[in-house]
Structure formats: C-alpha cells, structure tokens
C-alpha cells in the first residue's frame, strides 16, 4: 500500500520562490556511503546555489543505526516509562518499549529517569516538552518499529543519526553544496538538526516545513531546495499572459460571431 503524498514542488519565502526537487533512490542498507548515494543519485541533478537535505532516518541507517527490534533487550524501566510518553498524531516515538529501551541506551539510565521526572513535574504544572529538553536530541530522534512502512525497516528502531552537523561539514567540503540533516513529519515539524556553513536554519526549516519528501513509502531521502530564477519566473508569466491574450482573444471572436450570427438572422426575419 502507498503512503506517499502530493506537495506543490515550488514555496515563497522572503519574497523569492524556490523549488523543491525529492531524489527518488534504492532502498538504503548499513553497508551505504551517504556520500556514495549522494554522488550517485543527487549530484548530477544539482547546480550552482543548491541545497541538498537529507532526512535523518535514512542517514541513520548508513551508520547502522537501525535496529531489528528482535534484537533490543527490554529493561523492566523501559515498559514502564513507555506506558507514560504521551500519544502524538506523527508516530510513536518513545511509546513504545523498544524505542525507549533504545533512547536509554542512547542517553543513559540516570538522564533518562531525571528526564522523566522532570517531565511529570511539568505536566502537572500544564507545561509540555520537558522530558525531550532534559533527555536530549538523540532520545527525540529514536524513530520507534513500524515509523517507516519500507521493509525491513517497518521492523526496526531507528536511533538519530550520529555526528549530523559534522556529516554536513564533510559533504560540503567534497561536494562544495550546502547541506543540511533534517528531522521531518507530516504535521508541519521541520527542524534542522545539522547543516554546512552558510544554511540558515530558519530558512531551510521553513523550506521544508510541508515535507515534499513524504513520511511513507517515496523512497526520497534526500531533497534539492533551489532558488527559481528571475528569468524562469519572467517565462512563467509570460506564458501565462499569451494564455490569457489566446483566450481573451478566442472569446471575442466567438462573441463577434455570434452577434453577426444574430444580425443576419434579424435581416433574414425581416
């Protein structure tokens, strides 16, 4: 079943318009490079300006970040404090007990207890977020078995991405694009967790924020944002105004003929 979605490729912010392109690759494995994949399957669409995104989870898993759940031993801590993680519409999260037992691991036990406690001292006070600011980003970016639908990975956890702003750093110096590792869902959270020098945050995450890479089965890790030039808007327009000049120009031919349809027929009447 697909769970792909439809975005309009092209966004205004700032004043300026820019085009989102998703890069459709194979499924990834532990054993990628993503530097191998972005060689292959981005590089030769790009140009000068070009920002290159990679979403978090696909990045993961070429560091072998994805974990058969089969394989994740269950602490007695980690059933109980999944059974508290409150219920959100993009996932799972930490809900359940292999994600949690994932983020402990990630974290360590004593944060993640504190954590926790700080998080139900703040529920009480009508406060949201605390847990995730006191565990931590790689506690946040656990994705929990069944978060993607593609196998194998509908069966795995997905811990965060090791190392992401230096991942960035690395592909900018080779590659000599912009980059930047993002945190995606389908209800409007964008966020940049690492990015080349010369990414502006707030840019790229606003960019993204609608998520024309899709959370479902497209297979598109990785995305171009680019600027659209002025001459191509210029086209774009003009072309739209030839349109409007062919149809205007049709409609009054239609409604000439009609009206001498109607005289000649007035005359012939009379």
Request: glycine residues 8%; charged residues 20%.
């Amino acid at each position: 079943m697909s769970h792909s979605k439809t975005t309009d490729p092209i966004i205004t912010l700032y004043g300026a318009r820019f085009l989102r392109i998703p890069i459709k690759t194979r499924i990834l494995e532990p054993t990628d490079s993503i530097s191998d994949i972005i060689r292959e399957y981005a590089i030769p669409q790009m140009i000068a300006g070009d920002i290159l995104t990679i979403s978090e989870s696909p990045l993961a898993i070429t560091q072998g970040r994805a974990i058969p759940v089969s394989e994740i031993k269950v602490s007695p801590l980690a059933k109980l404090l999944s059974h508290y993680v409150a219920k959100v519409p993009y996932g799972i999260g930490l809900g359940s007990a292999t994600s949690m037992q994932c983020a402990i691991e990630e974290t360590g036990q004593c944060r993640i207890m504190f954590a926790a406690f700080i998080g139900a001292l703040g529920k009480l006070c009508g406060r949201k977020g605390d847990f995730y600011r006191i565990a931590g980003m790689q506690a946040a970016l656990v994705d929990a078995a069944t978060t993607s639908p593609v196998p194998p990975y509908n069966e795995t956890v997905i811990k965060g991405p090791l190392n992401p702003q230096k991942v960035c750093e690395e592909l900018n110096a080779e590659f000599g694009f912009g980059f930047a590792v993002m945190d995606i869902n389908d209800i409007g959270g964008s966020w940049m967790i690492g990015g080349s020098k010369g990414v502006s945050k707030h840019f790229i995450e606003a960019a993204m924020k609608d998520n024309p890479q899709g959370q479902g089965d497209e297979l598109t890790p990785l995305c171009i944002v680019r600027k659209v030039a002025a001459d191509i808007l210029s086209a774009e327009t003009s072309a739209t105004d030839e349109t409007s000049v062919a149809t205007a120009t049709t409609t009054d031919e239609t409604s000439v003929a009609t009206a001498t349809t109607t005289d000649e027929t007035s005359v012939a009447t009379e």
